[in-house]
């Protein structure tokens, strides 16, 4: 079976489409038969096309500058890698995942996002997923969490819960929920980030598959990156401070300088790019 | 890393004989030498005992490795479980309370339980690297720290055993900070072995 997905990174989205389903009618034969160990072999290729899949989306919508919809698949994709690991272990080589999996680290560093919503919930009561039986905390259904059962992943199903609040974190459980202003005058959702990077980045890669990486080195921000401003002067950030008491104080800091290292870049600009970071 | 020890005025006797722990469940958790305890009033909510997101797992997790001769339960009627969900990236394990017969097989299963959880994972995702440019050499600051970004931090996680010792004294010990630091936090721990 393993052969099947042997060229996965040069199967267009129809195709990955096309072999998912294919696999669905096999892993329901194997599941209609009780054979949990085929059943669940499919589920890891079929996983496999699904990462593939949210791939060839995430990319779409970054180099179509759809941001934010694009950092989801990504998040959606850290999601089902963490649920695959648990049962592939897999070398670089293997289906391109370490590609994508270091393309999505990469691009997380390189994304302006830091803060998120996150939702505080009480749950009072779940159902197990195979078997739709009520959790009992002391006596549960034996069904765990994580593993395959006909040819399915194993999760709870809340049925009872309580949102308790909404709280703003920097590590969240995950990274969907973005914080965005909002236009006071028409009510609309603002973004207000700075994707120069992630454009500056897909100029110059053209597919997916395209072998990229970042390096990442640390610079020191000096009092001359300010040009003559004096330190009483009025701060060039338009903040209204005098330098000094503004972005003087971050003299001395260290900031990321990154780097693109791709396969054939466009004639643009030079490969080199650096942020100020804006801590 | 942030690791407190504390005295602490908890013990078996004063969870057993709190006002949520029915006749019943009182019996049931009487010879056990491990309990997971309910956080109490965490937030303002008609039940103010909850466990963290995960407990069922760590709980299986004890269960299935413990030896004949230790026992595992949770301080709470099946009815009144509840679980709450912060959603940050903190894993929460739980407030733990044990005998201190049983911190040997404690500690060994709970370093095994964040191998396998989180450190394992960890361990195979791709790491960036920050190059110092004039050496060529690698600088020792994670990029989470450079970046300000958090959530490029490895797992942390979050939790504290209460060790109570035969004659009914105990010791608390909190710790929040990286998984990968779990065995230097646990060697704490086997100071109160007995």
Known sequence: ?279 | MELTINDSNDNFETWLNKEFVTADLKKLLADKSILLIPFENLRDTPNPLMFPIGTENVLRYFRENLPASQTIDICIRDEDYQEFAFYSDYKRLGNFLIKSVAVAVFVNILSAYVYDQYIKEDDTKPQIQIIDKSTNTTINNHISNLTGKKYLEPTHIKFSVTVVDSVGKSKNISYEGPASEIDDVLKSLKDYEE
């Open chain 1, 1 to 279: 079976m393993k052969s099947r997905l042997y060229n996965i990174h040069q199967l267009s989205y129809d195709s990955l489409t096309e072999l998912h389903q294919e696999l669905q009618k096999e892993k329901e034969d194997f599941v209609k038969e009780n054979n949990q160990e085929k059943a669940k072999e499919i589920w890891i290729f079929q996983t496999i096309i699904e990462i593939h899949k949210l791939f060839h989306n995430s990319f779409k919508l970054l180099k179509d500058k759809s941001y934010y919809k694009g950092w989801c698949q990504l998040e959606r994709i850290e999601i089902n890698i963490s649920g695959l690991k648990r049962h592939l272990t897999y070398n670089k080589k293997d289906f391109f995942l370490w590609h994508i999996e270091k393309s999505i680290k990469n691009l997380q560093v390189i994304f302006p996002y830091r803060l998120f919503a996150s939702m505080e919930a009480l749950k009072k009561k779940k159902e197990c997923s195979v078997c739709n039986q009520e959790i009992s905390i002391r006596n549960p259904c034996g069904h765990i969490i994580g593993e395959i059962y006909n040819g399915e992943m194993c999760h709870r199903i809340v049925t009872e819960a309580e949102v308790l609040g909404i709280s703003l974190v920097e590590n969240p459980g995950n990274k969907y929920s973005v914080m965005f202003l909002k236009d006071e005058k028409t009510g609309e959702q603002v973004d207000q980030y700075n994707y120069h990077t992630i454009d500056y980045l897909f100029a110059h890669i053209h597919s997916p598959f395209e072998i990229w990486d970042l390096e990442v080195s640390e610079r020191e921000i000096k009092k001359s990156d300010y040009g003559n401003i004096g330190r009483n002067d009025k701060c060039s950030c338009n903040s209204g401070k005098k330098f000094k008491k503004c972005c003087g104080l971050k003299i001395g800091g260290k900031y990321p300088h990154y780097e693109f290292i791709v396969i054939n870049p466009t004639d643009e600009t030079l490969l080199t790019n650096t942020l100020k970071a804006s801590r």
